[in-house]
C-alpha cells in the first residue's frame, strides 16, 4: 500500500483486493510514526467506523462511490459535523462544526473516508506553516525545513504517505506552494468552482478549496468529486462539472504555451532559469507551441493582493471577539474588555499584523488611496491576463523559485516572507485556476514545482499538459 494513487487505492477497494479498514489503519500508524513532522493535529476517531461501513458495501456488492474507501485529510479549516475546527488558532481550540462543509461533505458522499484534520498557519495566514497554535509543520523531505503555507500539512501529508489525498485552501498560493516545497500536485481552481460553504473565510473574493494530491489524474478525480454549485455559496459557478480525467488525452501537439517575459526577467540568473528552460524546450520538441506574452501590471500583483487580503481579513475576522465564536478572557470585566482581552490573547502576530494593515487601508482617509486603487488594479491585472490567453492556451510560472527554506530563518523579516508569494499571487488576483507540479530538484535534491495557469474554467487543459510532463518529463541532471 506504500505511496499507492488515490485511483489506485479506490480501486483496488472496490475490487476486494485492498480493505478500506486496512488502508485506513495504514495510514493512522504512519501519522504516529511519523508524527515529529507534526502534519496531522487530529485523527477522527470514526474514520475506522466508516472504513468498516465501506467494506460492508463491498462485501454486499453496494454501489460505491468515487472515492469509495480513500483515507482524505482535510485542512483544520474545514468545518465537519461534530468534530473540532480550530484554524490552528487558540481563539478556536475548543471550536465543534455546527455543519459539514460542502466539498468536504461531496467526498463523503462518494464513499471517501474523512481521516483527520491538517496542520496550516493561524486562520490561513503564513507562507511556512510556522504561525500555527499547534507548532510549526515540517518538510516532508527536511524536517529542518519549513512545509509552506499555509496549507502545510495537507500538502506534507499527502508527501509522507499520510493519507492519499488531502483538501487545502489557497488564498495567495497556500496550496500551490507548499505542494511545490514537499513535491506534491496542488490545484488552486477558477474562483468559485468550489463551494467555499463551511470553510473559515479569510479573504472572501480570494480563498478557494484545491486538492493536494499524488498524481495529477488523482487531481483531476478529486476536483471532479468536489467542485460544482452550492446553493450555499453564491459565489459558487452554475455552470456545469466537467469530468476532468476525460479530458486528459496524452498528447500536447499543437498546444500554445506563453512564458511571460516579465518573470523571466525576475528569475534570470538564479538556479531555477535553466530548469524553466529546460522544460519549455522540452514542450517546444513535443509539438507545444511556445508564445512569448506580456501580463501588464503583473508586478503590482503581490502589493495588490496584500491590500485586499488583510483588508477582507479585518471584516471576516470581526467575528471573533470573545463572545460567540472563541475563547473569552476570563479577566475581563465588560464588554470592551472582553473585545481587547480576548483578541490580544486569541490572535498570533501575524493574524494582528494582518488586521492592523487591513483596518489601516479601510479607514477614513486611506480607503480611497489604497483599497479603491487595489480594486481597480485587480481588474487590471484580470484583464492583462485575458488579453496573454487570446495568444496561447496555457502560460508556465514557477511555483516558487527556490527549495523549502530552513524553520525559523524568515521569522525576522515578514515582508521577505510575503515575496514567497511573487509567482503565486496573480492567479488568485485574477481569479484564474493554477496548478503546481513537481518537475525538477534543487538544493540538496529538494523538490521544486513549476506552475500551469489557464483562463477560467480551463482546468481540463491544464491537468493534460501537467500529466504529459509528470508521465514524460526528465528532470534536470
Known sequence: MKDTTLI????????GKTKAVDAV??????????????????????????AEEIDKKVKNKEPLGRLAGAPIIIKDNMLYKGKKCTCASYFLKDFISPYTATVVDRIIKE????????????????????????GPCKNAHDSTRVAGGSSGGSACAVAADLCVASLGTDTGGSVRQPSSYNGVFGMKPTYGKNSRYGIVAFASSLDQVGPITKTTMDNALLLSVIAGADEHDDTSLRAPVDNYLSQIKGNINNLKVGYCKQIIEKIKGTPYFSKYKKVLDFLKSQGAHLVEISIENI??????????????????????????????????????????????????????RRIMLGNFVLSSGYFDAYYNKAKALQQNIRESFKT?????????????????????????????????????????????????????????????GLQILANDNNEGIIYNLADFIEKNYKESK
Not at 8 to 15: A, F, G, R, Y
Not at 126 to 132: D, F, L, P, Q, R
Open 8 to 15: 489506485q487505492l479506490v480501486n483496488d477497494i472496490k475490487s
Open 388 to 448: 496573454a490567453f487570446s495568444k496561447c492556451d496555457v502560460i508556465l510560472f514557477p511555483t516558487t523559485s527556490d527549495v523549502a527554506f530552513i524553520i525559523g530563518s524568515m521569522n525576522k523579516n515578514p515582508i521577505e516572507m510575503y515575496l514567497i508569494d511573487l509567482f503565486t499571487v496573480p492567479a488568485n488576483i485574477a481569479g484564474i485556476p493554477a496548478f503546481s507540479l513537481p518537475f525538477d530538484k534543487g538544493e540538496n535534491n529538494l523538490p521544486l
Open 111 to 134: 464513499d471517501g473516508i474523512i481521516l483527520g484534520r491538517a496542520n496550516m498557519d493561524e486562520f490561513a495566514m503564513g507562507g511556512s506553516n510556522e504561525k500555527s497554535y499547534y
Open 299 to 352: 508586478e503590482l500583483a503581490l502589493p495588490c493582493y496584500y491590500i485586499l487580503a488583510p483588508a477582507e481579513a479585518t471584516s471576516n475576522l470581526g467575528r471573533f471577539d470573545g463572545i460567540k465564536y472563541s475563547t473569552r478572557n476570563k479577566d475581563a470585566k465588560n464588554i470592551g474588555q472582553i473585545y481587547n482581552f480576548s483578541r490580544t490573547d486569541g490572535f498570533g502576530k501575524e493574524v494582528k
Open 25 to 50: 489503519k495504514y495510514y493512522i500508524n504512519n501519522i504516529k510514526e511519523k508524527s515529529y513532522l507534526n502534519a496531522v493535529v487530529e485523527v477522527f476517531d470514526d474514520a475506522i467506523q466508516k
